[in-house]
């Protein structure tokens, strides 16, 4: 019975993070350490993951590049699973919330990372251009961000994956 129960939580889970955000979707690890090189993270900086799944990219810059991390995931299986995951990898400086991006407070970013449907990016990019106003790195895996070509630093294609590097003021 308990079995059920968690395979129906788990169902419900999936289609609630299809709905409100994207489909999880694992990044491969070499598209993770590429992204990441090209991101030039500095010691100390915020690196946020949006939409996190099981949070490998916001781990690896945290294992790698010694930033803080934050993870944040609708799914809470997802969630948990990068938790354990992070006890595993003895990382200390990492946070994971389950959290709609829609109430995440984004101000001490320095760095975004997301991987999200094109129906949910235009949430994002209005909710960071009414912030406070602070340098920040936003990186979209596969999609570009609409109306933001002015911020656009560069576009790498690893593997057929293009990845947008926008710098906000």
Known sequence: MLLLLAI??????????????APYVPTSSKLVDSILKNANLKPGQCFVELGCGDGRLVRNAVAKYYVSGLGID????????????AHFQQLKNIKFKISDLRRTDLS????????????????????????PHKKILVISHFFQLSGWEKYLLKTITISSHPIHYYQLF
């Open 108 to 131: 001490q970013a320095d760095v975004i990372f997301l991987y999200l449907l094109p129906s949910i990016l235009p949430v994002v990019q209005k909710k960071l251009m009414t912030q």
């Open 8 to 21: 129906i939580l788990y169902v419900v889970s999936t289609i609630i993070s299809d709905l409100f955000g």
């Open 74 to 85: 609708i799914n809470p299986y997802l969630i948990f699973y990068a938790k354990i995951m």
